[in-house]
T-cell receptor
Framework: DAGVTQSPTHLIKTRGQHVTLRCSPISGHKSVSWYQQVLGQGPQFIFQYYEKEERGRGNFPDRFSARQFPNYSSELNVNALLLGDSALYLC?????????????FGPGTRLTVL | GDSVTQMEGPVTLSEEAFLTINCTYTATGYPSLFWYVQYPGEGLQLLLKATKADDKGSNKGFEATYRKETTSFHLEKGSVQVSDSAVYFCAVKTGTASKLTFGTGTRLQVTL
């Protein structure tokens, strides 16, 4: 079975631009979460979506938004990019929302903001 | 909120040496605990997990025991290999949300 897939793999943008990152969960998984990993740090939680509804939001500004589609894939949007948004963006999927369920991560999208 | 503290790296070991990476956590309720591994240029892979006190998670020779009394989840391996060189992240999850809280990671370098 295919794991979590993310696109694109790499992305270079300039300050002030907008970016959309995409994620397809493991088949049968209904929950998708997004994390930001700055170089040398652990991942930081951005959003969780389950059954197309937002179930959790981390401490990120309103420039960050996301949505989940009927097929459970998800998009993360970031507006008005800043240099500090440069990071590896990770998507994780799980069968359900929370509890002891395990999250499986994709390979990530590396975003560079110039 | 939840927090995780990991020993700082890098940890440099010779092949076949014993490995311990310390992890302690602060969390409310009854958290689930995880170790993830990240190889260079890749995303995170689940290494092992434990969901209740005194559980031992194990995988690929790695082990960690959920110690509620000391709020710890230390990662151990009896004999490391060069291929174990990676960054290891301890993480905690509480409640009904899927939010994982990670430590800052510990880089392991294994040499011949």
């Amino acid at each position: 079975d295919a794991g979590v897939t993310q696109s694109p793999t790499h992305l270079i943008k300039t300050r002030g631009q907008h970016v959309t990152l995409r994620c397809s969960p493991i088949s049968g998984h209904k929950s998708v979460s997004w994390y930001q990993q700055v170089l040398g740090q652990g991942p930081q939680f951005i959003f969780q979506y389950y059954e197309k509804e937002e179930r959790g939001r981390g401490n990120f500004p309103d420039r960050f938004s996301a949505r989940q589609f009927p097929n459970y894939s998800s998009e993360l949007n970031v507006n008005a990019l800043l240099l500090g948004d440069s990071a590896l963006y990770l998507c994780a999927s799980s069968q359900t929302s929370g509890g002891t369920d395990t999250q499986y991560f994709g390979p990530g999208t590396r975003l560079t903001v110039l | 909120g939840d927090s995780v503290t990991q020993m700082e790296g890098p940890v440099t070991l010779s092949e076949e040496a014993f490995l311990t990476i310390n992890c302690t956590y602060t969390a409310t309720g009854y958290p689930s605990l995880f170790w993830y591994v990240q190889y260079p240029g890749e995303g995170l892979q689940l290494l092992l997990k434990a969901t209740k006190a005194d559980d031992k998670g194990s995988n690929k020779g790695f082990e960690a025991t959920y110690r509620k009394e000391t709020t710890s989840f230390h990662l151990e391996k009896g004999s490391v290999q060069v291929s174990d060189s990676a960054v290891y992240f301890c993480a905690v999850k509480t409640g009904t949300a899927s939010k994982l809280t990670f430590g800052t990671g510990t880089r392991l370098q294994v040499t011949l």
